[in-house]
């Protein structure tokens, strides 16, 4: 079955992206200093790519060298951080306690392990399950890769939704 895109659980799911990726944006921004940077999205121009990380339900969050930089969601991979962080001895503590702070606010459990390899440190992933108080279906069905089904009118709907554009 097929969800209709301006269903109230699409509505709701696409705030809950909202929500998350602004929750993250402050979060950084309020926290960054000499110890720490990260470069952030901007969050009224979210960037989806629909080709990874899909998800049949659920939204996830894969970490990227040590912070959350991807939702994993129906739509498929939402940026959240930009290619540049960095820190010193202080500004690990302070990604440290950002870390636990987002995992303890959208109450993650680990689904994926951390993969340490030649390309770099992927993961772990993480299963939101919490947002604004509220419960989020699990993660299910995770495409890393995949063509299947893509329909363009459909995710410029979508992509519009997410960017306030509707």
Not at 50 to 67: C, L, R
Not at 101 to 107: A, E, G, L, M, V
């Amino acid at each position: 079955m097929e969800l209709e895109i301006n269903s109230n659980y699409m509505n709701e799911y696409i705030q809950n992206i909202r929500y998350i990726a602004n929750w993250y944006v402050d979060e950084i921004n309020r926290i960054s200093g000499e110890s720490f940077y990260s470069e952030t999205v901007d969050v009224s121009k979210l960037e989806v790519n629909p080709y990874y990380n899909k998800v049949d339900d659920g939204i996830g969050v894969e970490f990227y060298y040590g912070i959350p930089s991807y939702l994993w969601t129906k739509f498929g991979k939402v940026r959240l951080s930009g290619s540049c962080t960095h820190y010193d001895s202080v500004g690990k503590n302070i990604l440290d306690d950002f870390v636990q702070r987002f995992i303890t606010n959208f109450d993650c459990v680990q689904i994926k392990p951390l993969i340490k390899n030649f390309d770099g440190d992927y993961g772990p992933v993480y299963q939101i399950n919490q947002v604004k108080d509220c419960k989020v279906s699990p993660v299910i069905g995770h495409k890393t890769y995949s063509y299947d089904n893509f329909d363009q009118e459909k995710f410029t709907i979508i992509k519009n939704m997410l960017n306030n554009k509707n």
